[in-house]
């Protein structure tokens, strides 16, 4: 007598709880922590802490993010042959990273008490780090295909995730700011416009103040850090494929990146979407900057930053609500578009803190989109591919970690490109007051070139061919294939 389990039935045991999906979620706070808090802060701690020459840290921001881009397709590479373990697949990358991506971190915030070798520390941990890091982020991004069989489940799931990233570039942004914010390297004016002596000690014990501070945040991060990736490992079963099989033999690492990269739709999403991201991430790290000499907004620089992240945590949920009714394309245009006419307004009027907060509010609420969107489209393209290419499975995370591969190495380049800029603008680094050049260099770096960027990436995001119609027809074609695999499986396993 050979037992069958309903459809219906099989499909209720891939519903994923609200606590699943909530520790689920906790598990992408970790990148985005750390990456709001070096997004936002990296440039003007090399600058203004650490006292580097702009060209020196340009070199480190552009290094840094280049070599994070290499090491996302090669972990990625290596995730996809790594073998099921009594963990799972994907989480003993997760647990092994952890405490070496906390120690490397903690390092990049700490000034150290020599000068000739500053250049070759902050180079060393930064790429360290950024390596530590990929090995926790590419297996945790595919785990997203390993947490439900069940489309809809993992869109929830990414819902849940995204308002979880959102809250940790809250909660870095927050950490970062609040406690560096509180000391400063620019003091008031002195009451005796003769005491040179005193601004200078007083400059001197800022400064002082400014390194312990940093690296005090830092260590925060670190403690959130170490939680999350256990709430993460003890709070989520990573499911085994059941009835699938690996390509055998294995794709070689260039062969695997020919398939991926032969598949339309997601050559398409990741262009579209690395134009928008390099705008957004071009605005991100000279923001701060901008807010600074730009505006002069000097000590409300990281209320501002918060606002702007605030606004994008409290509109993840309207935004998922808004690609359910009307789908994801439109939720993408509306989304991104939504920030064009305050990047405008920021630079065009005269600066005004009002204003800014008022502007920073809107921008909070692109900024959601921008994240939510790619990571909820990303599955929508493995399944297009395995609908299209059914004998080859067990490359989730290539898909993943080549997406981020383009989009980090992009951003490094236009990172290390727009700190140069400052330098030929004539940015002095450590002063208080810098060139009216440096301030007209800020207000292009974070208003028309992201502008120009982003239309260029939504222009391309147009010709994606996956709407609606072929995700839901997609979705249908996996879930009968899935059906029909674990029939076949209970078939054997009965006989």
């Known amino acids: 007598m050979f037992l069958f389990q309903p459809k219906e039935q099989r499909r209720d045991t891939q519903k994923l709880s609200v606590w699943s999906k909530l520790c689920y979620a ?11 808090a070096l997004g936002f802060f990296l440039q003007i701690y090399l600058l203004d802490v650490a006292q580097l020459d702009p060209f020196y840290a340009s070199i480190i921001l552009f290094v840094g993010r280049a070599w994070d881009a290499i090491t996302d397709p090669t972990v990625g590479f290596l995730v996809s042959r790594s073998k099921w373990t009594g963990i799972g697949r994907m989480m003993p990358w997760v647990l092994c990273s952890t405490p070496f991506a906390v120690l490397t971190y903690l390092l990049i915030w700490y000034v150290p008490p020599f000068e000739g070798g500053k250049v070759i520390w902050y180079l060393v941990f930064y790429c360290l780090f950024q390596s530590m890091q990929t090995c926790f ?15 809809k489940e993992r869109d929830s799931a990414t819902a849940y995730r995204m308002t979880v990233e959102v809250l940790g570039t809250v909660l870095g942004t927050a950490i970062q700011g609040q406690i560096v914010g509180g000391v400063s390297n620019c003091p008031t004016e002195p009451e005796n416009s003769n005491s040179t002596n005193v601004t200078m000690n007083t400059t001197i014990v800022s400064l002082e103040d400014t390194k312990r501070a940093y690296l005090l945040a830092s260590g925060v991060i670190c403690i959130i850090y ?7 490992f003890f709070g989520v079963k990573e499911q085994k494929e059941s009835g699938r099989k690996t390509s055998t033999p294995p794709l070689t690492f260039r062969q695997g990146l020919w398939v991926i990269m032969s598949h339309g739709p997601y050559v398409k999403l990741v262009i579209g979407f690395l134009f928008t991201s390099l705008g957004f991430m071009l605005l991100e790290g000279n923001f701060a900057l901008f807010i600074t000499h730009a505006l002069g907004h000097r000590n409300d620089f990281q209320n501002i930053l918060l606002v702007i992240m605030l606004s994008g945590t409290l509109t993840i949920p309207w935004w998922q609500w808004f690609l359910t009714r009307f789908g994801k394309k439109t939720a993408t245009y509306c989304g991104i578009l939504w920030a064009v006419p305050f990047m405008i307004l920021i630079v065009s009027i005269q600066s005004h803190l009002a204003i800014s907060y008022l502007v920073s509010v809107a921008a909070g609420v692109s900024v959601a989109a921008a994240f939510l969107l790619p990571w909820s489209m990303l599955p929508d393209v493995v399944d297009d591919f395995k609908v299209q290419n059914p004998d080859v499975h067990g490359h989730e995370a290539l898909f993943y970690s080549f997406y981020v591969f383009f989009i980090k190495f992009a951003s490094g380049l236009s990172l290390g490109i727009s700190t140069l800029s400052l330098k030929f603008a004539g940015y002095v680094t450590g002063e208080c007051s810098q060139p009216e050049a440096v301030s007209l260099t800020l207000k292009i770096l974070v208003s028309p070139v992201p502008i120009v960027l982003i239309i260029i990436g939504i222009l391309v995001i147009m010709t994606y061919p996956i709407n609606e119609e072929r995700r839901k027809g997609n979705r249908k074609l996996l879930e009968d294939l899935l059906d029909s695999e674990s029939e076949t499986s209970e078939l054997g396993s009965s006989v």
């Open 226 to 232: 170490i939680i999350c990736a256990a709430v993460l």
């Open 26 to 36: 906790f598990g992408g706070a970790p990148y985005q922590i750390t990456g709001s």
């Open 137 to 151: 982020h590419v297996p945790y991004s595919a785990l997203t295909m390993f947490i439900s069989s069940d489309q």
